[in-house]
């Protein structure tokens, strides 16, 4: 994980529609950015339908939330019209930027090893300052955990 205190790597990625987003778009804003490893399966759906309901109370609070997984564009429209997120999803397909938030790791299933996103969250400041950094989240506590950091 990067550590709390220290600048957030900018970075481009395009979302949902296909656009380029950079995370310096933002500044001025406070940003949860979360790292999750799969649109439409059962904790990332959890986890993005947690943030969705939880939006107009982050928005008011002054923030956005931005998700990266290394899924495709064309993914991230139908997670994003399936579950009616409001917020923007990024893919990361060659996981650069997973990489760049040391998010990027070996992981095990079944004694097969592999490389894959763990689930992590960053809270940034207005500045672009890393304020909260939690690893290996539960999918289903994470939004509250945001919110609550935002506070």
Same mark, same amino acid.
């Given at each position: 994980?990067?550590?709390?205190?220290?600048?957030?790597?900018?970075?481009?990625?395009?979302?949902?529609?296909?656009?380029?987003?950079?995370? =310096?778009?933002?500044?001025?804003?406070?940003?949860?950015?979360?790292?999750?490893?799969?649109?439409?399966?059962?904790?990332?759906?959890?986890?993005?339908?947690?943030?969705?309901?939880?939006?107009?109370?982050?928005?008011?609070?002054?923030?956005?939330?931005?998700?990266?997984?290394?899924?495709?564009?064309?993914?991230? &429209?139908?997670?994003?019209?399936?579950?009616?997120?409001?917020?923007?999803?990024?893919?990361?397909?060659?996981?650069?930027?997973?990489?760049?938030?040391?998010?990027?790791?070996?992981?095990?299933?079944?004694?097969?090893?592999?490389?894959?996103?763990?689930? =992590?969250?960053?809270?940034?400041?207005? &500045?672009?300052?890393?304020?909260?950094?939690?690893?290996?989240?539960?999918?289903?506590?994470?939004?509250?955990?945001?919110?609550?950091?935002?506070?």
């Amino acid at each position: 994980m990067l550590e709390v205190g220290t600048k957030a790597p900018d970075f481009t990625l395009q979302n949902q529609e296909g656009k380029e987003v950079s995370l =310096s778009d933002f500044k001025g804003k406070k940003v949860i950015l979360y790292f999750y490893p799969k649109d439409l399966t059962s904790g990332c759906t959890k986890q993005a339908c947690g943030f969705a309901e939880r939006y107009p109370l982050i928005t008011e609070k002054g923030a956005i939330v931005l998700g990266i997984s290394k899924d495709s564009v064309k993914k991230h &429209e139908e997670f994003v019209s399936t579950y009616a997120l409001p917020f923007t999803l990024l893919s990361d397909p060659d996981h650069k930027v997973q990489e760049l938030y040391d998010v990027w790791k070996e992981k095990s299933l079944y004694g097969r090893k592999y490389m894959g996103t763990e689930r =992590s969250t960053y809270l940034i400041d207005e &500045e672009g300052t890393i304020v909260k950094a939690l690893q290996k989240v539960q999918p289903a506590k994470n939004p509250e955990q945001m919110v609550k950091a935002l506070l």
